[in-house]
């Protein structure tokens, strides 16, 4: 699958959230010894462990001080208080318009989704329902994520196969999503609630997938 890493340079990569989160369960799992899969309930809140919650925290710490040793005007900048600071959905919802031209650009460049030829309202259209879904289904539980209704996100599973996407195609469009909600949490860190953000960042990527996977059953289903 396509990957456009052209435009980031070295030392973006290395302070960029995505790459800094992934396998932060793993790590911390393996230094308490536990299932990663129970350091991730303990973030999202669905059990109670106070070893795991503090190694969390010391972990997410070290990811701050990545980030902001990354970025000179976090680390110039004034910090934010508690009462101020942002979460992720609410940055999300107030930037949805953004988000939508930068996937575009994301899209438009990627050979494999521009292979299809579509107007730029074709190719976003189902693209903002899916990401307003995902933040519905992000504040669930993960018992209550399976019953969730992800109409937007079925519906563009069949939409695109109707338009000539692949299946590597579809769930590409959903990497896209996921890349343009780091990088914007990326720029406005300095406002975020850094404590919470970890885990609004998970209870979205754990969201996100789901919308990924009923998508592609959907395309499948309607070959």
């Known amino acids: 699958m396509h990957r456009d890493n ?6 973006s990569s290395i302070h960029a959230p995505q790459t800094l989160y992934r396998g932060l369960y793993v790590r ?6 536990v299932d990663p899969s129970y350091v991730s309930r303990v973030a999202r809140g669905d059990r109670r462990s106070e070893q795991v919650e503090s190694a ?3 972990a997410l710490e070290e990811i701050n001080q990545k980030l902001r040793r990354g970025s000179p005007a976090t680390a110039s900048g004034p910090a934010r208080s508690a ?3 942002r979460r992720l959905k609410i940055l999300l919802k107030g930037n949805l318009s953004r988000i939508r031209e930068q996937w575009l650009a994301h899209s438009q460049s990627d050979p494999n989704l521009s292979r299809v030829k579509l107007a730029a309202e074709k190719r976003t259209g189902p693209i903002l329902p899916v990401i307003e879904e995902t933040l519905k289904v992000m504040i669930l539980s993960v018992k209550e994520m399976a019953t969730a209704s992800t109409k937007a996100a079925e519906q563009h599973g069949r939409l695109r196969r109707a338009q000539g996407f692949t299946a590597m195609a579809l769930v590409e469009e959903y990497n896209l999503i996921r890349r343009c909600v780091f990088g914007l949490a990326q720029e406005n860190f300095q406002q975020m609630d850094t404590h919470l953000l970890i885990q609004d960042l998970t209870q979205f990527g754990e969201a996100l997938d789901l919308q990924t996977q009923r998508a592609l059953q959907d ?4 070959a």
């Open 6 to 11: 052209s435009s980031t340079n070295a030392n």
């Open 83 to 85: 009462s101020t600071a």
């Open 56 to 58: 969390l925290g010391q």
């Open 28 to 33: 911390v799992a393996r230094k308490l010894g």
């Open 219 to 222: 395309y499948l289903a309607s």
